[in-house]
């Protein structure tokens, strides 16, 4: 969400943003988003999901955000055709 989204008044809602994980060159490692009341982890490479809590979610993007880790964090907002309860993995 950006300074000027904030001026609209548009308020960021977990179900409506995609968060990636990024290698340093920008390649897509894995993808988290809330599905439903859960936190989604899809592993790119192999088309794993699983659910994680929302501890486990702050614990990968902490570090990402910290600076230990070389990921990067990429933060998109769902197309408003997009469900929340819909997988993203089938378009």
């Known amino acids: 969400m950006t300074y000027q989204d ?12 995609i968060i990636y994980v ?3 060159k920008g ?3 894995q993808s988290i988003r809330k599905v439903g009341d859960k936190w989604t982890q899809t592993i ?4 794993n999901v699983r659910t994680m809590t929302a501890e486990q979610l702050l614990s990968h993007l902490l570090s990402a955000l910290a600076g230990v880790s070389v990921a990067k964090l990429k933060v998109i907002r769902l197309p408003p055709n997009v469900s929340n309860k819909s997988d993203l993995s089938n378009r």
């Open 6 to 17: 904030t001026l609209h008044g548009d308020i960021m809602k977990n179900d409506e943003r």
């Open 22 to 24: 990024c290698n340093r």
């Open 27 to 29: 390649r897509i490692l």
């Open 44 to 47: 790119i490479s192999n088309g």
